[in-house]
């Protein structure tokens, strides 16, 4: 699976919109981007993944580049309820049930 | 529907104990995979178990295992418990079918303290 970069943390105001960049130059045609959030102490749920177009559903959007090295996800009205560590995980089909966390990026909102 | 659930969700051990973790997937999914989270690893994946068919296996040492039974449920089993073994173990479930692109569904977890 290919390796992700993402910032170790971020802030953002509640009701703004919250951009969490993931850098994944690797990325090769079969992977999927996946994205995750982990909520202090508990299981991690799942928020969206793509493939090479652009996804939104009612948690967030996700942004992936042309030429699928990076993405981005969107937390359109941020609350404080999102604050959370985010992980982007690159992985192919079949793989998806062994996901590859690294440390992911601490996103705090603020009031 | 019901999410995953596991038991228990706290559990105290001793060095050198055994201890067995539960988890019942969402009902209609066939994959459970199994996760240990520490605060100097993160999170590490152990196995995935799909159709009582252990599918996937991480890097952990033999101490470490599992099974599926034909109604979904899994468990986990650590023998000769270990001070490094205390953390919180996650299981996720999917509907594992084929080689699709599937989201995975964890648990609340069990924390697990060896002493």
């Known amino acids: 699976d290919a390796k992700t970069t993402q910032p170790p943390s971020m802030d953002c105001a509640e009701g703004r919109a919250a951009n969490l960049p993931c850098n994944h130059s690797t990325i090769s045609g079969n992977e999927y981007v996946y994205w995750y959030r982990q909520i202090h102490s508990q299981g991690p749920q799942y928020i969206i993944h793509g493939l090479k177009n652009n996804e939104t559903n009612e948690m967030a959007s996700l942004i992936i580049t042309e030429d699928r090295k990076s993405s981005t996800l969107i937390l359109p009205h941020a609350t404080l309820r999102d604050t959370a560590v985010y992980y982007c995980i690159v992985t192919s089909r079949g793989s998806n049930y062994k996901l590859t966390f690294g440390k992911g990026t601490l996103l705090t909102v603020n009031p | 529907k019901a999410g995953v659930t596991q038991t228990p969700r706290y559990l105290i051990k001793t060095r050198g104990q055994q201890v067995t973790l539960s988890c019942s997937p969402i009902s209609g999914h066939r994959s459970v995979s199994w996760y240990q989270q520490t605060p100097g690893q993160g999170l590490q994946f152990l196995f995935e178990?799909?159709?009582?068919?252990?599918?996937n296996k991480g890097n952990f040492p033999g101490r470490f295992s599992g099974r599926q039974f034909s109604n979904s449920r899994s468990e986990m089993n650590v023998s000769t418990l270990e001070l490094g073994d205390s953390a919180l173990y996650l299981c996720?479930?999917?509907?594992?079918?084929?080689?699709?692109?599937?989201?995975?569904?964890f648990g609340p977890g069990t924390r697990l303290t060896v002493t």
């Open positions: 996720a479930s999917s509907s594992g079918r084929g080689t699709g692109a599937y989201e995975q569904y």
């Open positions: 178990y799909f159709s009582e068919t252990q599918r």
